[in-house]
């Protein structure tokens, strides 16, 4: 069955025209970052060609989010303070919102589709803090871009998107079961497809592939868990929607794996709930609306 | 895959290569430090591991990083930071206060939570302090701390990533040292806890062996403190039957003599029973002649069983060797308890006793004591728990026929201390078979049995009057033992322990001793000890000294002989035992002397 959904895919990537390209700064920005000799300075130079860019990481950094004791003025500051890798995460999440900043709001509303997709990227980041774990940038754009597969249904098949959506919505029935019967593969498979297009590495690019079935994530099984709770509990807040109108059901060995007391979901939610908006009005700065 | 662009130019490819060449480079000195730091773990093994630790560590970031100091700190119990470990070491108060600058400023805290290096200007211009947190998963250990000689923005993305991944190694392995700590500590710790186990269990065996020691001299005194009184009660009563009675006097007597008696059982079953229980009851293994046992034994059973109206009979197989080792008197207790239940539990019929005998592989000969009536009886549920202390047949049963129901119990025991088993066979008004198997080995000499008459010698007048020395130190037993003696026609002179009795003795003429066994200061077999040696330093025919004792160790029959005593007799004290025990040793020793003559006048 994996290997169908794998050429239904493939077909599905090759008859729909040119797949879409990471930003062209993203990229040179990621090869200065593995450049032996680059600096800081590099770094900074990059990332402020980009006003827009730089302006939203500035916003980001002297956020709640970070909660620093002074203020971040610069780039260059920004980096030595918040850390270059995140950095780089945090330019990746801002980068690929900023690709589909021209879609229309038919079928599905952009502000509704990124609400939850910010909503899934924080949870996931203060899931990922709670776990102590090392790179919090990396659970955050992860969650952001998780299902990009459906902007792609919406920039390829707006029709039958609606359709899926709209049969989901009056029979009652699961989106994601209805993109699997009707196209053969999720938006997740579409969207880690894409990921791995774009060369990104595989710890963000597995966990999204996978987050809907979270028993096929082999190299990241951990992270895939943590990404996959973040969309429930993104859900479950009810915090935008990305078509789904109903909670996916939490894999329970997902669960068991991340091994985390069900005490720690109240106070996860009581950091999400307060962050949530000042976050979206920083991404969302900016973005058109039909 | 990127699209190439359509014609690089000599330039382009120049510094693609110089790219390709630096990045391969770099990349060969990640390996190669990655792979000393690999070696961490068993630098943790040595002698000042830590130590070296961070040493090896500080050196690796120096290959690529040109730190001009360097300096790792970790977190003390109270939360303040310690300095491990600088170099070089005199840079040491300029990084202090580097850092007491920036937990001014927030950036030490703000490091702190981070996983990853965060340089900010330092004091001097043109330097750069980088602060990294040295973290695991678990917990948070330290702080690094490093001045670099450029500015904030002039350092490199690369170096500040091979920052990272070597502290996280070393972090990880000074994790593990502080883990092989807690182990060595729990490790000592066991080996103190079992060390100090051991010394409480030492003193719980040393405690529990003086308890047993208690057990078995409080077993011992009780043995003598309880059969003192009983022996007057009995002497005194022997004595009162002695004297003029009214014939309610006599009736009243009677029944005295008959509760003594049974109060007397009832306290041997129990003394025996606490015995067995402690562990303390031994085998006692002599020479005896079985067809003998059995007469002693049984005759008195056999008057006993006559008056009832029912006949008592025993046999032992032609077979049957008669001259045997073994405990004989606790052959005789298993005799007369089963033959006594015997008698006690049957109205009418006979009660027979019979010995057979197999002779095993191994050479041992087994007897089976055969004990049968025509009795009441015992249920066939009954029987598997017959043999179990405290129990019998039913309360009724103690009511009408008393008893402690330790009688089985003892028996069973005693049997299985001479290697055999017991077991019956019975069932409600078919009588029963209580059958004893008795493992006893030949002896190679011959026994000569006694040849005289049992009991009945109150009858006879003796036929001299001898002096005995009486020596024993308790009122009521002197008055009972002296009572008795004089009544058969003897002089009695008492002594009241060892030391006077040597006394006495020495100037005196006796006849005969009797000797108590439990006295204070020298007890009897001390006091008879000295007398031989005396006896023997000025050549002095032997005086018979018989003993009196109240069995309380079975060794003590042994003792007896050791000591150079010829006799003894059991307390409480009555005129049968008495007179034949006078009568045997006197016998014995008049025929001791006559050899002696006949020897001096050869």
Redesign the interface.
Known sequence: MASDSRTTLDAFLQNVGDIPSLPILY?RLDE??N??????????TIISEDQGLTAKILKLANSPLYG???RIDTI?RAV??L????LRDLSLAVSVMGMFKHLSDYPLSMEIFWKHSIACGLAARTLATSQ?E?NLERFFVAGILHDIGRLVYIMRIPEQFREMMKESFEEHRSLLDIEHEQLGFDHGALAGALLKEWKLPVSISEPVEHHHNFSQASRYPRDTALLHLADVIAHALEMGSSGEHAVPPLAPDAWELLAISPALLEPVIKQIEPQFESLTQILREGASHA | M?ESPPEPSYQDLLERNR?LE??N??NSTILDVLSDCSNFQSILAQRDGIRKIMKATVCQISRVIPFTAMALYSIAEDASFVLDYCEPADQADRLQTEIDAKIQ???F??ALN???????PSSAEDTTLVLHALTT??SIRGMFAGILPLT???????S??TLSMILTYTTYTLENASLYDQLHDHMDNLEERVQERTKELEAARIKAESATRAKSDFLATMSHEIRTPMNGIIGMAELLGGTELSPEQQEFLRNITLSADNLLIIINDILDFSKIEAGRMELDLHPFNLGELLETSLIPLKIAANAKGISLSWQIEAECPAHLIGDSGKIRQILINLAGNAVKFTAKGTVSISITCQQRADGLLIFLLKVADTGIGIAPDICSHIFDPFSQADSSTTRSYGGTGLGLAICRRLVQLMGGDIAVESSIGQGSVFSATLPLTLTVQEYAPRTHQPADLSEQKPTVSLSILLVEDEIINQKVAVGILQKIGHRVTVAANGKEALEIWRQGSFDLIFMDIQMPEFDGFETTRRIRQQEQQHQLLPIPVIAMTAYAADGDRQLCFDSGMNGFVSKPVRLGELTEAIHNTMAHRKALASSRVAADSV
């Open positions: 990229i200065t970052i450049h032996p000799r680059s600096s800081i300075a590099d770094i900074a620093h004791f002074g260059s030595t303070i850390g270059v890798q995140q102590r090392a | 990127p790219f630096e990045t480079f770099h400023e927030g950036a805290a703000w981070q996983n990853h290096p965060v340089p900010s998963q678990s904030t923005t002039e350092i490199g993305v690369a500040l990533k």
